[in-house]
């Protein structure tokens, strides 16, 4: 079985804030990665590195806003993060958790910091993935899973353990219902932890790495760097050099045109125009900034 070939190992690009909650480096799409197509299903990643608030009696995040044709993966590693949307769906989760929305046919949702956790301040980091859904699924009813530390699937491995969200790894499935074959993982590994990764070759997949710094077939890779592996094998060898958090994502191109403007990710601009014209008719819902 054959080794992948790592394309490149990407430093965080400069970081700008989204509402003013998040601040977060921009990988793709048209971050160091232009190709909308490059790492589908997965559409979208910002990363919030840990960053420190200051306490605060309004909690910082991001008001009101729609969206269309795509999930928001929302993965906690340190902080507190609230959500709401127009479908009825509230939840906070923490370190560990995992937030999974689907948007399909449309939804409102905020996101924002937990107000306990506003209120005292603190060191925040997360990741937020857009994945991208298959075209028979765009206009599925939107749906909303929160996933506890408790609930992922822990799978251990030498010096450390797989913690999978979504996918599947040594036949053990993670808690997250996907609708396209992909895998999202946490690797959790002591210093000189190994673990062995094997897709599909035409998975696309790349890792980031969360803490510390590890070698991916044998190339470095320092915190908050991004690796991106090409589709030319199957197999990933990861060895941390201290112990490391690593967020692994593999996934089944979905191989269909991708029309995106701003919160909407759709197959055509037409499908856009749709999105834009039922928001503005008040289509997706309603939901108060308060």
């Keep these: 079985m054959s080794k992948r070939t790592?394309?490149?190992?990407?430093?965080?690009?400069?970081?700008?804030?989204?509402?003013?909650g998040f601040r977060v480096h921009h990988?793709?799409?048209?971050?160091?990665?232009?190709?909308?197509?490059?790492?589908?299903?997965?559409?979208?990643?910002?990363?919030?590195?840990?960053?420190?608030?200051?306490?605060?009696?309004?909690?910082?995040?991001?008001?009101?806003?729609?969206?269309?044709?795509?999930?928001?993966?929302?993965?906690?590693?340190q902080g507190k993060i609230a959500h709401h949307d127009s479908a009825g769906h509230h939840g906070i989760i923490q370190a560990g958790d995992v937030q999974w929305m689907t948007a399909g046919a449309g939804v409102l949702h905020k996101e924002y910091h937990d107000?306990?956790?506003?209120e005292q301040g603190g060191l925040f980091q997360m990741v937020q993935l857009w994945v991208n859904l298959p075209m028979a699924y765009k206009m599925t009813p939107p749906c909303y899973q929160e996933l506890t530390a408790a609930s992922m699937t822990r799978v251990p491995i030498e010096d450390g353990e797989v913690e999978i969200?979504?996918?599947?790894?040594?036949?053990?499935?993670?808690?997250?219902h996907t609708f396209s074959p992909l895998n999202v993982f946490n690797l959790h590994l002591q210093e000189k932890g190994r673990c062995i990764l094997h897709f599909p070759a035409h998975f696309n997949t790349a890792l980031l790495v969360i803490k510390g710094s590890l070698l991916v077939n044998e190339q470095t890779a320092a915190a908050n760097q991004f690796v991106l592996l090409k589709?030319?094998?199957?197999?990933?060898?990861?060895?941390?050099?201290?112990?490391?958090?690593?967020?692994?994502?593999?996934?089944?191109?979905?191989?269909?045109?991708?029309s995106a403007y701003g919160p909407f990710v759709m197959n055509s601009w037409k499908e856009i125009e749709q999105a834009v014209l039922d928001f503005n008719e008040g289509k997706f819902g309603v939901l108060s900034d308060n």
């Design 6 to 20: 790592i394309e490149a190992v990407f430093a965080p690009p400069a970081p700008h804030m989204v509402g003013d």
């Design 27 to 77: 990988f793709f799409p048209d971050g160091v990665i232009a190709d909308k197509q490059r790492m589908s299903p997965f559409f979208m990643l910002d990363y919030a590195s840990p960053f420190h608030f200051t306490p605060t009696q309004t909690p910082r995040g991001v008001g009101v806003h729609p969206h269309r044709g795509f999930e928001t993966v929302t993965i906690a590693y």
């Design 115 to 118: 107000k306990e956790f506003a």
């Design 165 to 176: 969200i979504a996918g599947e790894y040594q036949g053990k499935k993670g808690p997250a």
């Design 231 to 258: 589709n030319d094998g199957e197999k990933i060898e990861v060895h941390a050099l201290e112990q490391s958090i690593v967020l692994v994502l593999s996934g089944e191109p979905l191989g269909e045109p991708i």
